[in-house]
Nanobody
Framework: QVQLVESGGGLVQAGGSLRLSCVAS????????MGWFRQAPGKERDFVAA???????TYYANSLEGRFAVSRDNKNTMYVQMNSLEPEDTAVYYC?????????????????WGQGTQVTVSS
């Protein structure tokens, strides 16, 4: 069973930056795709970004590309650098992983999820 653990969340002022980490353990060779999603109170879980270690490609939500940047230092650890944060970025951020997807931005195509880390951006 693949396990995912996020860290790096916290409280930051608008305009600030945070870097979230996700460490995967277990049979991670089966989960080349890792992604970030976020969920604000009362809202659906939205796609943030994802990376495929098979293709080497990174994908971003259109509205976030340019402020958020994903990196992956090996198959097991992924980061998201979040810059110029806005109060609207306040959410629980989740790391997810899976073997293959038809649509990398769809949350229901991911098999494994972390517990999430809270990001709060104050105005």
């Amino acid at each position: 069973q693949v396990q995912l653990v996020e860290s790096g969340g916290g409280l930051v002022q608008a305009g600030g930056s945070l870097r979230l980490s996700c460490v995967a353990s277990g049979p991670t060779v089966t989960t080349p795709i890792m992604g970030w999603f976020r969920q604000a109170p009362g809202k659906e879980r939205d796609f943030v970004a994802a990376h495929s270690s098979s293709s080497g490609k990174t994908y971003y939500a259109n509205s976030l590309e340019g402020r958020f940047a994903v990196s992956r230092d090996n198959k097991n650890t992924m980061y998201v650098q979040m810059n110029s944060l806005e109060p609207e970025d306040t959410a629980v951020y989740y790391c997810a992983a899976t073997t293959k997807v038809r649509d990398i931005s769809r949350a229901n195509e991911y098999d494994y999820w972390g517990q999430g880390t809270q990001v709060t951006v104050s105005s």
